[in-house]
């Protein structure tokens, strides 16, 4: 059946596929019908977002693809999440992808909404060749400080993640004591599809913890600002004082001589 007798409505169905023959859209092309043309102008610009999203996901594995060509197949990404909080959990994510493992929207889980993170979650779990999550509590924290404390959940979250990485990449923290070959990323949840992987699973943990933390702790609003210095914190905390989860080596905290047993 030519395009020119179709219906609006069947070519309306027609036009909810990815890809078309070139013919039908040349055929397209020449239906003046103003309904027409606005339905394949939709999905004209429908298509070029999806062809420039899957260039980025190909570009996410450029760092993976660059171990690859040193041999190296079982690539380890590894980031964190919570190191700028005052209250709660560090959480380090680690995940091992197949090379070319399609995750649509995968990305910064900073740049993700709640539900695209919980979305993408559920897929790396089951996509993934292995992950892993290190939780540090806040009383080591506090006890090594906040970087020492990333670097070591980094290296634990390396060693335990079950597959044998022959190489990693990391988002920014350098960890010179790896026996494998590794390239600290700078932003490289941006940039790496493993790291970004590894922020969206470590992201999400976080900030499951602390929404249980805020039914023990529910003054704070943990909920709402996952235990970060936001305006509404800083006021419950003026008001309540510190609670068992909130980081006394940090600002204020620190300067308030430690936490109380808020209740």
């Known amino acids: 059946m030519r395009t020119a007798n179709m219906t609006v409505a069947e070519i309306t169905e027609l036009l909810n596929q990815a890809e078309l023959p070139e013919t039908i859209l040349a055929e397209l092309h020449t239906d003046r019908r103003v309904s027409v043309i606005r339905l394949l102008e939709k999905w004209q610009k429908r298509k070029a977002s999806l062809t420039r999203e899957a260039a980025r996901l190909q570009q996410l594995f450029l760092p993976e693809q660059e171990f ?33 493992c399609k995750l649509p929207s995968l990305n910064d889980s900073k740049k993700l909404s709640a539900a695209q993170r919980a979305v993408l979650y559920d897929e790396i779990k089951k996509k993934a060749l292995s992950t892993k999550t290190v939780i540090v509590e806040v009383a080591d924290i506090d006890r090594l400080n906040i970087y020492q404390a990333t670097v070591q959940a980094m290296y634990q979250a390396i060693k335990t993640i079950g597959l044998k990485p022959q190489a990693a990449l990391i988002d920014a923290v ?14 490289g949840d941006g940039l790496s599809a493993s790291i970004a ?39 419950a905390l003026a008001e309540y004082g510190p609670c068992p989860i909130h980081r006394t080596s940090f600002e204020p905290i620190k300067s308030w001589g430690g936490r109380q047993d808020a209740s």
């Open 68 to 100: 690859r060509r040193q041999g190296y197949e079982c690539i380890v990404g590894v980031d964190e999440a919570g190191r700028g909080p005052l209250a709660g959990p560090l959480v380090v994510g680690a995940a091992i992808l197949p090379f070319g």
């Open 174 to 187: 350098p960890l010179p004591e790896l026996p494998i070959p590794a390239n600290s990323l700078i932003g």
């Open 197 to 235: 992987a590894a922020s969206i699973l470590a992201k999400v943990e976080r900030d499951r913890l602390m929404e249980e933390l805020a039914l023990l702790y529910p003054q704070y609003g943990f909920q709402n600002h996952k235990g970060y210095g936001t305006r509404e914190h800083l006021k």
